[in-house]
């Protein structure tokens, strides 16, 4: 699973799913609960990048209660954060909030610095825009104790999403999203880079119609070949939007 991980942090989503598929095989082979927690933990995450939310939110939770029974603190841990996640895509913050308190409580708890970083990080997006930068600096000052260069990724790229700026980074948005792309491009982060893309566009949409469909379609066309199907169908659904306004002028 630990390779599974670094395919999703270099954004090969489809790559993964073999890989998940022997494991799987493997944990129901073996009868061993902490496995099988591990890798349905996994599933989910994979299910939730291409757009299958009930699915994942259905993996997350067989996660859950295996890691419940064998007392797997770790996989409970990463079940709370991906049911969490998956609350927030699905627009129920209230949802997203008890989850991700108790994945960082757990997190925090057991040393699992990176759950709590991605934990934190959804946190910061499910709540009150007043106690966002608070929680975003502490995301922050773990991400940088915890020195994952994918991690610093997740963290600037949320906070210039939420318009809260990234030090280190340009004062302009656009501008610091490129700076950003330039990071994550010699890390091989090819899903960072298409959410850059997509960021850039709905930077540019209100004053820069045709700049932005540019974005959004370089967007696209990268998440979906990296088998990123939720977040390309959010591209492809600002580029709809983007379409009919530049015919509407």
């Known amino acids: ?17 073999d890989m998940l598929q022997s494991a799987r095989d493997l944990a129901d082979e073996l009868e061993d609960p902490r ?16 757009g299958k939310l009930s699915d994942a939110a259905q993996e997350a939770r067989r996660a859950r209660d295996m890691a419940l029974s064998c007392d797997a603190n770790a996989e409970l841990t990463r079940a709370e954060e991906l049911l969490a996640a998956i609350a927030l895509l699905s627009g129920d ?6 989850h991700a308190r108790d994945a960082a ?6 040393g ?38 994918f991690r610093d990724l997740d963290v ?19 501008v610091a999203l490129q700076q950003l792309a330039n990071r994550a491009e010699p890390l091989l982060a090819q899903r960072h880079l298409g959410l850059c893309q997509l960021a850039q566009a709905q930077v540019l949409a209100p004053h820069d119609v045709r700049g932005a469909l540019d ?35």
């Open 35 to 50: 496995l099988f927690a591990i890798v349905h933990v996994e599933l989910g995450h994979h299910a939730m990048l291409t």
């Open 105 to 110: 409580t757990r997190a925090e708890r057991h």
């Open 1 to 17: 699973t630990a390779r599974v991980r670094v395919l999703r942090d270099l954004g090969l989503i489809e790559d993964s799913i």
């Open 112 to 149: 699992l610095k990176g759950v709590l970083i991605s934990a934190l990080l959804i946190l910061v997006q499910a709540s009150p825009p007043e106690q966002r930068p608070e929680i975003l600096a502490q995301a922050r000052t773990l991400s940088e104790e915890f020195a994952n260069p």
């Open 215 to 249: 974005h959004a379609r370089l967007s696209e066309g990268l998440l979906r070949r990296l088998g990123a199907k939720l977040e390309a169908d959010r591209a492809s659904e600002l580029v709809a939007q983007l379409v009919a306004i530049d015919r509407a002028r």
């Open 156 to 174: 600037a790229l949320t906070s210039l999403r939420l318009g809260l700026g990234e030090p280190g980074l340009a004062g302009d948005d656009y």
């Open 93 to 98: 913050h209230d949802e997203a909030l008890r």
